[in-house]
């Protein structure tokens, strides 16, 4: 077994602090990563508090936005070798059985894809630990590869805040001609502003203030996991427009019928993507110099760094720099 140092949450709305726990020994197709950053997702927050319905466990390592360094390779690993840069998204395996693994769409997998964390692995019982550590253990076929040329502190939130955007772009095929429009300017929207823009639709932020107006435009605008009025922004749509809902709020929103029936609008969901479509949307980054902007932490700040993305204080995600567990101390 390999020794882990990481931070976990202990119970329920617990602050993190220093925790030991093991990883397996690579199997045959396993790749060995030490990690060097991890993205904070706000669906960390929500696990770790158990927002969503009494599905956290506990104690629980959160972190799925994790790039690093290959360490060590299984016998029949093929796709990756020591010192290569990977990355590591929202799962770590699924059924590979059902049709949804079968097209690539693992994040649709019937049985449900085996989380990063606050799930359970491939053998059913163990349970997962995620990217607020310092090393993992992943089956080859569910690691990414980091283009040379992307920056592996910038390039971490790109596994879940870049695919979560990039999948329902290209989906519903933006590109020139097409209107995007992205509600709110955070860690999924600076990233949807810059990749629709990447792809030539024309991208308006909708936000509830003009307060990130010239961060925007820069961005590349022409002009989230909260509650919000969806047939506010339902009521915007053209006809045949689509409004893609892809952050889960901790309540129901109530939706009108008539939003949708004039003129004709639908209302759409998507989460994250695949292996193969998050690979394209690493290299669609590289080629358009893509990454998200970012304020790097150590770990050591995690707890502080929380209430601050509650707040959308942060230019627009935080970033664990995991050489700051070589240091356990508060």
Avoid at 46 to 68: A, F, K
Avoid at 81 to 99: E, I, L
Wanted: hydrophobic share 35%; net charge negative.
């Amino acid at each position: 077994m390999i020794k882990v140092h990481g931070y976990a949450a202990e119970q329920a709305k617990a602050p993190l602090g220093p925790y030991t726990f093991e990883r397996r020994n690579p199997g045959k197709n396993d790749v060995v990563i030490d990690i060097q950053y991890c993205g904070v997702c706000h669906t960390d927050i929500h696990q770790v508090n158990d927002e969503w319905g009494g599905r956290s466990t506990y104690p629980m390592v959160p972190g799925h936005e994790i790039t690093g360094i290959v360490t060590a390779v299984g016998t029949k690993v093929d796709r990756y070798k020591v010192d290569d840069r990977v990355g590591v998204g929202c799962f770590v395996d699924s059924c590979r059985n059902c049709a949804p693994c079968l097209e690539g769409m693992e994040q649709y997998c019937v049985e449900g894809p085996n989380l990063t964390y606050n799930g359970v692995e491939k053998d059913g019982k163990t349970r997962t630990q995620g990217g607020y550590s310092n090393k993992i253990v992943v089956d080859e076929n569910y690691v990414l590869q980091i283009p040379d040329n992307l920056p592996m502190d910038r390039a971490a939130p790109l596994l879940c805040a870049g695919i979560t955007m990039y999948s329902p772009l290209m989906h519903w095929k933006a590109g020139p001609g097409k209107r995007v429009g992205i509600v709110g300017l955070g860690g999924l929207g600076h990233m949807g502003v810059k990749i629709a823009h990447a792809l030539n639709a024309d991208v308006s932020v909708l936000s509830h203030s003009q307060k990130k107006r010239d961060e925007a435009k820069k961005m590349g605008a022409d002009t989230l996991s909260v509650e919000i009025d969806w047939n506010r922004y339902l009521n915007l749509l053209a006809l045949d427009g689509t409004m893609v809902v892809v952050g889960i709020p901790e309540k129901e929103t109530l939706l009108g019928a008539s939003s949708l029936i004039n003129p004709r609008r639908n209302l759409a969901g998507s989460v994250i993507g695949g292996i193969r479509e998050t690979q394209d949307m690493l290299d669609f980054c590289n080629k358009y110099n893509i990454t998200s902007d970012i304020e790097v932490i150590p770990i050591q700040k995690v707890n502080q760094a929380y209430p601050r993305v509650v707040n959308s204080d942060v230019r627009y995600r935080f970033v664990i720099d995991s050489k700051s567990l070589e240091d356990h101390t508060e």
